[in-house]
């Protein structure tokens, strides 16, 4: 018997109540199956926080963020709080300060295509059939992060906007060991992409990951230029196995790895500190259009509970049952809306994960 870990559980806005509501039944039932003795603590964040104590990140919510042992979040955000500053919002005060105060710099996102799911991606089922690309991105420094930032008026009246691309050495060590160590659990290449033809700062990330190389000789090494990268992902995104790189080219280069997969629905995300503690979430957000109509996929969250129990908990049998559940349930044809195609059968958000529950 483990001892006891806590799970901060934040279900956030939207979807977020629903899908959540789901990963939690499929967490508590593994808790119990497997013995892990977690602990759930659920907690307001985003515009529910905002509605309820004036605040996207109540101190109590982030208190329990702090001591936990591993992190759920569902999505945050909303037509209702867009009239805020800024600042003040559930995506910049809510999930950003999460990541910024708990130091959360690596972000996994695997792009997985499912079998089952060949037809819902928008490249012919032949370049994407057995996809399986992790893209490791640094998340909290880059060009959304450095300073000096702003909108400035020039001697002559003109408005110049500017920002400043910074890594140093240790960032960029930091995110390389993350993904050299994943590159080796997994197939043992590793994709390091950037503009080092262009850019200073991406040089020094180019020599970085060249001279940590040396201390993973199990590890395939290579270098790609970002348009370059963004253009092999859509001809042959298979030539992939791990792929690392900064916050601004990562942010761009998941999303299209995403639609590779077919929906953003079946998408899991880790946010990980040096110690391997992290937050999951799904990579998509609070879908207004579709919130309160159990409609949306949970699977993305239910994934995201499968990452946490193998990268945040050492309980990888734990994580392989849920994986091979949705994989199940994908097998018998059981789609929610975002996945449909003719011929399967569509579910809604609870009938979805009554059904991975059922496949445990
Ligand atoms: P979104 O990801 O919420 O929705 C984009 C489209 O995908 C919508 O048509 C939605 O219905 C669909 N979709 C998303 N998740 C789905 C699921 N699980 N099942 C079925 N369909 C799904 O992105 P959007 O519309 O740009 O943003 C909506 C709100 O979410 C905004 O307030 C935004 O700031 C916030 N957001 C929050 C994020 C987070 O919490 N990590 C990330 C992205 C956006
Ligand atoms: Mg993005």
Request: hydrophobic share 45%; net charge negative.
């Amino acid at each position: 018997m483990s001892t006891q870990r806590t799970i901060a559980v934040l279900p956030g806005d939207g979807i977020g109540h629903e899908i959540m509501a789901e990963a939690v039944k499929v967490l508590e039932n593994i808790n119990t199956r497997f013995g892990l003795g977690l602990n759930l603590e659920h907690a307001l964040v985003g515009g529910s926080a905002i509605d309820a104590h004036g605040s996207a990140l109540p101190e109590a919510t982030f208190e329990l963020c702090a001591r936990a042992d591993a992190i759920l979040l569902g999505a945050v955000g909303g037509p209702k709080w867009d009239k805020l500053p800024v600042a003040e919002r559930p995506e910049k005060a809510g999930l950003l300060e999460i990541r910024r105060r708990l130091d959360l710099f690596g972000n996994l996102r695997p792009a997985i295509l499912y079998p089952q799911l060949a037809n819902a991606s928008s490249l012919k089922p032949e370049l994407v059939a057995g996809l399986d690309i992790l893209i490791v991105r640094e998340l909290t420094g880059g060009i959304y992060f450095g300073q000096p930032r702003g909108i400035r008026i020039l001697e002559n009246g003109e408005r110049e906007g500017y920002n400043t691309y910074v890594y140093n050495e240790s960032q960029i060590r930091r995110i390389g060991k993350v993904a050299f160590e994943a590159a080796q659990k997994r197939g043992g290449r590793l994709c390091s992409v950037d503009k080092a033809n262009v850019l200073e700062v991406t040089m020094l990330w180019r020599e970085v990951m060249d001279d940590m190389a040396k201390d993973y000789p199990d590890v395939e090494l290579s270098h790609m230029y970002v348009d370059n990268a963004a253009m092999q992902l859509i001809r042959e995104p298979k030539q992939f196995d791990v792929v690392v790189t900064g916050n601004m080219f990562g942010d761009i280069l998941s999303d299209a790895a995403a639609m590779l997969t077919g929906s953003i629905g079946m998408l899991p995300s880790a946010s990980l500190d040096v110690n391997g503690r992290g937050m999951y979430e799904p990579c998509h957000g609070s879908a207004p259009d579709i919130a309160g109509q159990n409609k949306a996929n949970p699977l993305a969250t239910i994934l995201s509970v499968a990452m946490m129990l193998r990268y945040s908990l050492a309980e990888p049998d734990a994580a392989q049952a849920i994986e091979d559940a949705v994989s199940k349930v994908l097998d018998k044809g059981l789609r929610t809306g975002d996945i449909f195609s003719p011929g399967n059968t569509l579910v809604n958000t609870v009938e979805m994960g009554d059904a991975v529950i059922a496949a445990l």
